[in-house]
């Protein structure tokens, strides 16, 4: 089983943070997105969209989306849980985990490959036509990412982590959210005080550093 | 429990075909997006973002995510099983449905509501602020609509169904993804002849007209 992985990518990050808090150990090969090695004809014959992470099992099986590959770990190694045990949990788990990632996650990176140089004509992730970065994106994205820490904030003074009541997979997407808006130079408030806790909280676990 | 649905909207339709595959009757209540009756105060005390479809439990828990909505009806009534059997079935069919949403049904979507007159300053779902229409968004949701059809008649080629060898959710949202491509008059086209095998066969099933 390979793990192709970059250090800094935040999806990748997020599954390595996974597989440390189950104490997963698996192989990785590092793959160099700014220099656009993950547009090569190696990497594209595994992953023809040149997105990152992948796993591929040792049968030849691609798994190629972040959370489908934290899933495939979830059934592999139940404990620690961290997509919800019954079917309430899993579903509300679930349903904060995609509002991490699509108003908060996807908010950034739309800010992001639409500003930084090196994404110049690739402001697409995935895509491998020239797209063109847009001032009006990064506006777009910029508004969307203050939205969702306000979003986060109301949903943290409700709930001691964000999927549940324990760290679950909605927590590692938050947080790592939180620190991809850094790229672009946004933080939350000093009125967003439930993040504040939160984020303390979530910081100090070890696999966190992963 | 209560769904809050309305009947043109694609995500409200992937719900319908998902409960009625397994059978399964809930009690909904019509919600009139296009005069923005979803971003009345009502609605938005239920669901904050005013997005559809809204399952609410009996015991008033709030699940807002189509996928995460289909989630919750297989582990209540695991049959017939639309989301995968063992671990790497689970992950694939996870995959696949991702995809058909991230690249497929968004796509679409970026298109739609950046140019549909009713849309006009609602540019992006969910968001209650101002988003104006581009026209850079809907020639990029076009070009990654029609990648998305290369990619999945690919898929088809290699595989029966969309996320393996039998109907699953993955399916679900490719089909309506290729309906909803029709709001903006895209189709694939006759090269895609492994698309035009499945899409009958899916079309077929009597769910599909839920």
Redesign the interface.
Known sequence: MILYDMEKAPNARRVRWFLAEKGITVETRQIDLPSGENLKPEYLAIN??GLIPTLV?DDG?V???S???C??FE??QPEPNLLGF???E???I??WQ??AEL?GLYAVALAFRNSTPVFANRA?P??L?P??Q?Q?MVE?GV??TR?FFD?LDTRLGESEYVGSDRFTIADITAFITLNFARWIKLSPGEQHTNIARWFEAVAARPASKA
């Open positions: 023809p969209r099992l099986t798994i190629d989306e959370v489908s590959i899933r495939y059934e592999v019954d079917a309430k899993k579903a509300l679930d349903c995609r509002r108003d697409v995935g895509v036509e797209t063109e847009l009006a777009r508004m969307l939205r979003m």
